[in-house]
């Protein structure tokens, strides 16, 4: 409907679960700051940014399962944390920390990033701050912020082990990155 990207021979699946995350967090892919997230890399296998939208995807999944049985769940809210759980990690200080530190401290960074950059609301924050439970302390306390532990979890999981596209949801490279600034669609006149 409107969608002017050739379709690559995805499946459409995948292709409706991308174009649903450009919905929700267009502004945030396109930004700067994620656009940075694909040089960092991650869990030995991906990239910072490859990663968040493969847990968005899975998270976004998670959320239209839990509607389908009755769960009320802001899906809003779990895809914008999930792109942004790992955002802290393109700040060099985060980066540079030795493992167990870095486990600790990215979480309160992204969390910081998400709200200073990305307006997120409190849901999205804490979703974002708890993420790496038990790391820290306190578990999530919504139902996004579970969905996001959970898929962080299961990409994470799938990534050390050399799959470096879990769930499938991404078919190359971010392919709307070219897409030009701001609608979702693009239109001529
Ligand atoms: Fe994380
Ligand atoms: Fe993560």
Redesign the pocket.
């Known amino acids: 409907m409107g969608m002017s990207e050739e379709k690559n021979g995805t499946n459409p699946e995948m292709e409706r679960i991308m174009d649903r995350l450009y919905e929700l967090g267009g502004d945030i892919i396109r930004s700067e700051r994620f656009q940075r997230a694909k040089s960092v890399p991650h869990h030995g296998t991906t990239s910072v940014a490859k990663h968040s939208l493969a847990v968005a995807g899975h998270a976004l999944q998670l959320c239209e399962r839990a509607e389908k049985i009755g769960k009320k769940v802001n899906t809003t809210d779990a895809v914008r944390a999930a792109l942004l759980?790992?955002i802290g990690m393109t700040d060099e200080d985060v980066f540079k920390r030795v493992s167990f530190v870095k486990a600790y401290e990215?979480?309160i960074r992204s969390a910081e990033i998400a709200k200073n950059e990305f307006h997120a609301n409190d849901v999205q924050v804490r979703a974002i701050e708890r993420?790496?439970w038990p790391v820290c302390i306190t578990p999530p306390d919504s139902r996004e912020g579970w969905i996001v532990l959970a898929a962080?979890k299961h990409c994470a999981l799938a990534e050390v082990t050399g799959n470096t596209n879990p769930g499938g949801i991404l078919d190359g490279e971010l392919r709307h990155e070219k897409a030009p600034g701001g609608g979702e669609d693009s239109r001529d006149e």
């Open positions: 759980h790992d990215h979480p993420h790496m962080d």
